[in-house]
């Protein structure tokens, strides 16, 4: 099984909600990724996480927190987002740190935000 | 700083073969990955280059050049469904950090 899996794949959010993203993977890889992409641009780093603890974050403002409850779940809650936060969220998995060379993505959430 | 630079857009035939280039700055840079990506789909890992050289999978190749701070993507025998934008990648900092180039479109004409 070589599937990372998000719910939902799609999002609508008023800047007052709180909503949560969610990945799964059953690979046991032991690194798993958050990014952002906007439409014909590449995905962009926003964290990582090696072990469940978080090891990069690549100064992404405070309304996005991640959460990495087990090595298998990677969560981003999201609260008081701007609409230019709207976006594709991916998330991807390797095997390890040292793998970060070979990622697996996710289908990735599709978030509006009015 | 840690960027990579390609081409926007390639048009080629079915059939014929195309190169897609991709230069990069060297701080901290640890090796070299490629990423396609379909219209609506996730990114899909094609190849690494950790070393000088050549890394062949199936139709699509792979080639990095340390000394020239250059890669390059290979594919043959192009196929319609091979549509699609491509991604270099860098792995930074021996690990955790992959930096996307900022992708070359590849459209593939009959």
């Known amino acids: 099984d070589t599937e990372v899996t998000q719910t939902p794949k799609h999002l609508v959010m008023g800047m007052t909600n709180k909503k949560s993203l969610k990945c799964e993977q059953h690979m046991g890889h032991r690194a798993m990724y958050w990014y952002k992409q906007k439409a014909k641009k590449p995905p962009e780093l926003m964290f990582v996480?090696?072990?469940?603890?978080?090891?990069i974050n690549e100064s992404v403002p405070s309304r996005f927190s991640p959460e990495c409850p087990n090595s298998s779940l990677l969560n981003l809650h999201l609260h008081a987002l701007q609409p230019e936060d709207s976006a594709l969220y991916l998330c991807?998995?390797?095997?390890?740190?040292?793998?970060?060379?070979?990622?697996?993505f996710g289908p990735g959430t599709r978030l509006t935000v009015l | 700083g840690q960027s990579l630079e390609q081409p926007s857009e390639v048009t080629a035939v079915e059939g014929a073969i195309v190169q897609i280039n991709c230069t990069y700055q060297t701080s901290g840079f640890y090796g070299l990955s490629w990423y396609q990506q379909h219209d609506g789909g996730a990114p899909t890992f094609l190849s690494y280059n950790a070393l000088d050289g050549l890394e062949e999978t199936g139709r699509f190749s792979s080639f990095l050049s340390r000394s020239d701070s250059y890669g390059y993507l290979l594919l043959q025998e192009l196929q319609m469904k091979d549509s699609a934008s491509y991604f270099c990648a860098g792995v930074y900092n021996q690990g955790g950090k992959l930096i996307f180039g900022q992708g070359t479109e590849l459209s593939v004409k009959p």
């Open positions: 996480y090696s072990y469940e603890k978080l090891s």
């Open positions: 991807a998995s390797s095997q390890d740190w040292a793998d970060t060379d070979t990622q697996y």
